[in-house]
């Protein structure tokens, strides 16, 4: 960005501040389809504008820096809302634990993520570009392996509780355990009653509010959640709490709550 600072000031030390408004010299035309990016459409603005200066047309070469200064904006604030978006990518990367599960590729992504430091300092929005796409290719590993790894560590977790459960239950059929997942991590394409619907959650899409409250820490809106979280399933709930959350979800008739629903176990 230096470089263009640098670039931006020539023509005004050349010409001056002017009150003028300056007309738009590319006639309302959009020409970004042509393939060109703004800094490229701001560098040959800038070289007309000092063509039109060293024959002594002052006026053309004021509306010709003018609109590369437009342009040079333009580059500068693309360039810059691709650094956000990866950086906010990043943000997620450590928030879902990618660093833990999944090391090989987070630090690949945040070694992509330094170049585009690198091509953004040093002006150049394809290199930029491309690299963006290397880094979201690399976050979408980094999902899938969390996932996974984190999946497979809930699934021998539940073995192992399984397993103790099992060495203390007696032999009566009547004080077997049902197991129920207390953490469930999200996967692509999940939503909040989709997740609430699935038969080893609640079994019912209108219980969603449940997870919502649950996890107020890291969901700020209830229509978005992100491949990788943790989720905490509430089990310690109420039928009261039941009803409350179905009518907060819109159910027609909240206090009828379906029979294969989950409803937890009253110790008598």
Request: glycine fraction near 6%.
């Amino acid at each position: 960005m230096r470089r263009i600072g640098f670039l931006l000031m020539v023509p005004f030390i050349l010409l001056g501040c002017s009150s003028n408004p300056s007309p738009d010299i590319t006639g309302g035309v959009d020409d970004s389809a042509s393939g060109r990016t703004s800094l490229e459409r701001g560098l040959e603005s800038m070289e007309a504008g000092l063509k039109a200066k060293a024959k002594g047309n002052d006026e053309e070469a004021r509306n010709a820096f003018v609109q590369a200064s437009r342009h040079f904006r333009e580059a500068d604030g693309q360039s810059r809302t691709i650094m956000h978006r990866t950086l906010a990518e990043l943000g997620k990367i450590v928030e879902i634990s990618g660093f833990v599960y999944a090391p090989k590729e987070s630090f690949e992504a945040l070694a992509i993520y330094l170049k585009m430091q690198n091509a953004y300092m040093d002006c150049e929005p394809k290199v930029l570009s491309v690299l963006e796409q290397q880094f979201n290719e690399k976050v979408l590993k980094v999902q899938e392996i969390t996932v996974t790894e984190k999946q497979k560590r809930l699934e021998e977790l539940g073995q192992e509780i399984a397993q103790k459960r099992k060495e203390i239950q007696t032999q009566s059929q009547t004080d077997i355990f049902e197991i129920y997942p207390t953490i469930y991590v999200v996967k692509k394409s999940d939503t909040l009653p989709s997740i609430a619907a699935r038969h080893e959650i609640y079994n019912d899409s209108y219980m969603w509010p449940l997870i919502y409250k649950a996890n107020r820490d890291q969901i700020k809106d209830p229509k978005v959640v992100y491949v990788g979280q943790d989720l905490k399933i509430p089990r310690d709930i109420t039928v009261e709490e039941i009803i409350e959350a179905r009518r907060e979800a819109g159910a027609p008739e909240p206090e009828k709550i379906p029979k294969e629903a989950y409803v937890p176990r009253r110790k008598k």
